[in-house]
């Protein structure tokens, strides 16, 4: 059965601070991964990254695959309290326009 | 950008009643849309996948007959989720497939509650 877990589930900071959220994934047929922020209502896109070992960078995001290790980290420096949020990882089933949902990691960014 | 709009974003119905959930795509054409429930402190759940002129495919798990999906043109899919029951209340967004060079562009999601 295919499967995307992340981690940790819960995670509280203080600004400043920098993070590392994971998410490995069991997929048979993998296209993409993709990582999002959820606040109030819909996700908000991140990253889609496709290839192994090449980072991505957005501001003070970052993320990188890992296709042999089947994993994918997200790191956000000098984190804001704006960054609390959900953080949803997800991977694309080729062939199917399909996405499978990692279990989010909650994010709490402290003042 | 691509936009998908869902409507309505909330709505409060009785129990035994169904909800109509809209999700239509404005500027650009959408084959495959995608309705997710999600609960509270949880991720999305791929409850069924709409495809344009042709039958949902619904995940395991997941009544047809109560969450009836039609997807009757290429920019509009509908969830009506028949006979409401409060556990049927929760957070459901549509997604949709093109739009964008990244994959989904979601809607605003429905929060749905059931009294």
């Known amino acids: 059965e295919d499967k995307v877990v992340q981690s940790p589930l819960s995670l509280v900071v203080h600004e400043g601070d920098t993070v590392t959220l994971n998410c490995s994934y069991e997929v048979t047929n993998f296209r993409s991964l993709l990582w999002y922020k959820q606040e109030k209502k819909a996700p908000t896109f991140l990253f889609m990254l496709?290839?192994?070992?090449i980072e991505k960078k957005s501001g003070r995001l970052s993320s990188i695959l890992d296709k042999k290790e089947l994993f994918s980290i997200l790191n956000i420096t000098a984190t804001q309290t704006g960054d609390s949020a959900i953080y949803l990882c997800?991977?694309?089933?080729?062939?199917?326009?399909?996405?499978?949902f990692g279990t989010g990691t909650r994010l709490k960014v402290l003042a | 950008g691509a936009v998908v709009s869902q409507h309505p974003s909330r709505v409060i119905c009785k129990s035994g009643t169904s909800v109509k959930i809209e999700c239509r795509s404005l500027d650009f054409q959408a084959t495959t849309m995608f309705w997710y429930r999600q609960f509270p402190k949880q991720s999305l759940m791929l409850m069924a996948t709409s495809n344009e002129g042709s039958k949902a495919t619904y995940e395991q798990g997941v009544e047809k007959d109560k969450f009836l999906i039609n997807h009757a043109s290429l920019t509009l899919s509908t969830l009506t989720v028949t006979s409401a029951h409060p556990e049927d209340s929760s957070f459901y967004i549509c997604s949709a497939h093109g739009g964008s060079s990244y994959g989904y562009t979601f809607g605003s999601g429905t929060r749905l509650t059931v009294v």
């Open positions: 496709t290839s192994s070992g």
């Open positions: 997800a991977v694309e089933v080729s062939g199917t326009y399909k996405y499978i």
